[in-house]
């Protein structure tokens, strides 16, 4: 078994990778940035329109209407995700799992690789455009673009959607190390509802959640080929 990391070093990577992800955030939210995530986000959509996208959008104004749903979906959109990954690194983390590394490397990796298409191509979620409806404000009574709420994370990195690009990582993560049949079954739906979620509140295009989704793969595949060149030790 690998010997366990010191707990002060896994705190500097959670807090350097979140720093990393304020940084971007602060430079994407400029008001020539906000510009530029709402064109963006218009040329999204426009692309989907093009590529016959648009009927998954029923599902959003399905939603709309249905003040609680909308409200729980947006909980389960700010807190839930982010905490459930988080939550189950940690419980690797203290149980000493050997695949710990393996899959906290997949989800730093997932989340850096990000930011440069945040930085660079910032991008406003749909609910911002006059097609939807703005659940945050409209239903939820909370504008999730202010200045207080941007201090704590991007609202301009629609594209691709870490949301679903986290679910994926953590799904694969969970199916792997828990001894569960019925969580195995349950964790691999996970993402897919996820999907569901982040369309159905208008925080993301399906074009954000198929991007977030094969950067997951991705990044999964990256720790696995990366743990293999470490020594035997530090695995």
């Known amino acids: 078994m690998p010997k366990k990391s010191p707990l002060w070093r896994e705190a500097a990577i959670g807090a350097a990778t979140y720093a990393a992800v304020l940084l971007v955030g602060r430079a994407a939210t400029r008001p020539a940035g906000r510009e530029a995530a709402l064109k963006n986000s218009r040329r999204l959509y426009e692309l989907e329109k093009r590529l016959g996208i648009q009927p998954v959008y029923r599902l959003h104004q399905?939603?709309?209407g249905h003040t609680k749903l909308v409200k729980g979906s947006h909980a389960a959109?700010?807190?839930m995700n982010v905490g459930l990954t988080a939550?189950?690194?940690?419980?690797l983390y203290a149980a000493?799992?050997?695949e710990y590394r393996r899959f906290r490397r997949?989800?730093?990796l997932a989340a850096l690789a990000a930011q440069p298409a945040f930085?660079?191509?910032p991008c406003a979620p749909p609910r911002k455009l006059e097609e939807f409806v703005d659940t945050g404000i409209k239903v939820g009574?909370?504008?999730f673009e202010s200045r207080q709420a941007s201090q704590l994370y991007n609202p301009l990195a629609a594209m691709p959607s870490i949301h679903v690009t986290l679910a994926v990582v953590t799904a694969a993560g969970i199916a792997e190390t828990t001894g569960s049949r019925l969580v195995k079954r349950l964790i691999r739906r996970y993402p897919a509802a996820v999907?569901?979620?982040v369309i159905a509140t208008g925080n993301h295009f399906v074009l954000d959640t198929i991007a977030g989704g094969l950067l997951g793969r991705a990044a999964l595949r990256l720790a696995k080929y990366v743990r293999q060149g470490d020594p035997p030790g530090r695995r």
């Open 96 to 98: 000493g799992h050997p």
């Open 141 to 143: 009574g909370v504008d």
């Open 62 to 64: 399905a939603c709309t």
């Open 77 to 79: 959109y700010m807190v």
């Open 119 to 121: 930085l660079f191509f």
């Open 195 to 197: 999907t569901l979620v």
């Open 87 to 91: 939550g189950w690194l940690v419980k």
């Open 106 to 108: 997949a989800t730093v």
